[in-house]
């Protein structure tokens, strides 16, 4: 078959993202699969077993990275296709999943076709990804780009106090190949947009230019305690209080900020947590982002100084601590490129755009050309057990990839 006329099959990418879904599953829909999880370990079974089917090689590193490699023509750095599989603790079907399983699909296809590549082609899924039971976010791909060493993401300690290392060793996914390997010539993720820009604009390929900066700070609040009954109000030290400023302040400080600026205050927690105890203690999270690092900047400073203010006028005590800091990313303009002109040339309409989430491709863009494809989140909805992209985008985004990939490993 001439490859111009390949495209993917997408009943068998459907059939997979709707097996994966079922690890983890919730009840009423959508899944659960926290990094290292015991979902998570079910969900990295099945998918190197599909790994092993395709006739992937599939190596596994030491913080739980796992690379399946089809040998081209040549040996030397494979184009990698890639994302995550685990979720948030109410995730949906498609994030990170998608990137994962139409890599195999495109494996699939080729084999199929029994085309064989000059460049080997690769299908990973990286660790924790989504940094919500252990921060950093995008843990995986920044010890295996090299940004964080293997030894500090394996003592970082989660919200359920375990490290990633008593993870990682429980569900027996710490690996012995090195972080790093194998090296990447290109790296291409497809994703649902996770937003409403291409559902509204009725565009079907985002070719994305970049991921904008993040920005994670973990709150610490240490006030006193009392009845709630009997404290009058201007002798409290109240670490709820606190707390409660902040998300107010936040998002206030996003629409002053305009742009891009987005803010949100994702978890909290006091202690006690009673009806008619003022909290001693509350402890919660701030995400900040915006594509602009200056501004993004100006954001973090405000909250800094918001919080010193708030510290000694309510008489508290406040601690911050950095659990993610990411700068906004530029992808390669020529593999931007590279994904508008195929979607074009598949007759998609697509658009150049940023992504507000993170994603592994953003550490990868510092090692290798890298590029992504969004399709479209039904309703611009994402991290929630009702997140769904139409069949026919899914198909869309497939078809790019498969494409992108084959280019990239056939180029000169
Ligand atoms: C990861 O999914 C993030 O953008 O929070
Ligand atoms: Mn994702
Ligand atoms: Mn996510």
Same mark, same amino acid.
């Given at each position: 078959m001439s490859d111009r006329n390949l495209s993917i099959n997408l009943d068998r990418l459907l059939s997979r993202l709707q097996a994966l879904g079922q690890? +983890?599953? @919730?009840e009423g829909g959508g899944v659960c699969r926290l990094a290292l999880s015991d979902e998570d370990k079910q969900g990295r079974d099945l998918v190197i077993r599909w790994m092993r089917e395709l006739g992937l090689s599939v190596t596994i590193d030491r913080i739980g990275n796992v690379v399946g490699v089809r040998p081209g023509r040549e040996p030397g750095p494979p184009v990698m296709a890639g994302s995550h599989i685990d979720t948030v603790r109410?995730? +949906? @079907?498609?994030?990170g999943s998608l990137g994962v399983l139409a890599g195999l699909e495109v494996i699939q296809t080729l084999n199929e076709a029994e085309i064989t590549t000059t460049r080997p082609l690769a299908v990973a899924f990286f660790t924790n990804e989504e940094g919500s039971r252990f921060a950093p976010d995008m843990m995986g791909s920044l010890v295996f780009q090299g940004g964080m060493s293997v030894e500090e993401a394996l003592q970082t300690v989660g919200i359920d106090g375990t490290t990633v290392e008593e993870n990682l060793n429980r569900i027996g996914y710490a690996g012995e190949a090195p972080c790093g390997d194998p090296k990447v010539h290109a790296y291409v993720e497809l994703h649902v947009e996770q937003g409403p820009v291409l559902e509204e604009e009725g565009v079907v390929i985002g070719a994305v230019e970049g991921v904008q900066g993040i920005s994670w700070t973990e709150v610490l609040v240490e006030g006193v305690s009392n009845h709630a009954g009997t404290t009058p109000m201007r002798l409290r030290h109240d670490a709820g209080y606190i707390a409660g400023a902040t998300i107010a302040f936040v998002r206030d400080l996003a629409l002053r900020l305009g742009g891009d600026q987005v803010a949100t205050v994702g978890s909290i927690e006091f202690t006690?947590? @009673?009806?008619?105890v003022i909290p001693e203690q509350a402890r919660f999270t701030v995400d900040l982002r915006n594509t602009d690092e200056e501004r993004l900047q100006a954001a973090e400073s405000e909250l800094a100084t918001f919080l010193d203010n708030l510290a000694k006028s309510e008489g508290v005590k406040i601690s911050r601590r950095s659990l993610a800091r990411f700068e906004p990313v530029a992808f390669d303009p020529s593999m931007v490129e590279r994904v508008e002109r195929i979607a074009r040339d598949l007759g998609y309409s697509v658009r150049r755009m940023p992504s507000g989430a993170g994603h592994d491709a953003q550490i990868l863009a510092r090692v290798c050309p890298t590029s992504m494809i969004f399709v479209p989140s039904v309703g611009g909805i994402s991290h929630n057990v009702t997140e769904f992209t139409h069949p026919e985008h899914i198909e869309a985004g497939a078809n790019v990839l498969l494409r992108t990939l084959l280019e990239l490993a056939d180029a000169a």
């Open positions: 690890i +983890g599953a @919730l109410t995730g +949906g @079907l498609y994030d006690p947590n @009673l009806v008619n």
